[in-house]
């Protein structure tokens, strides 16, 4: 597994709740796909050729 250490902090928008904010292309390094785990599950981001944005598990 690959760690992101130079993920970028969270931006501030106009955003009226503390929600963070990531430019899904800094998750995503080589330009494809990012794996994300939670509680020991891995998913899958992937960012398709019509920009649109997949998570699967």
Known sequence: MILMPNLSSP????????TAVYD????????????IVLDGQTYTLRITR????????
């Open 24 to 35: 899904a292309r800094d998750l995503i390094v080589n330009g494809q796909k990012a794996n």
């Open 50 to 57: 019509a920009g649109k944005l997949i998570l699967t598990k």
């Open 11 to 18: 931006r501030a928008q106009d955003n009226p709740e503390d």
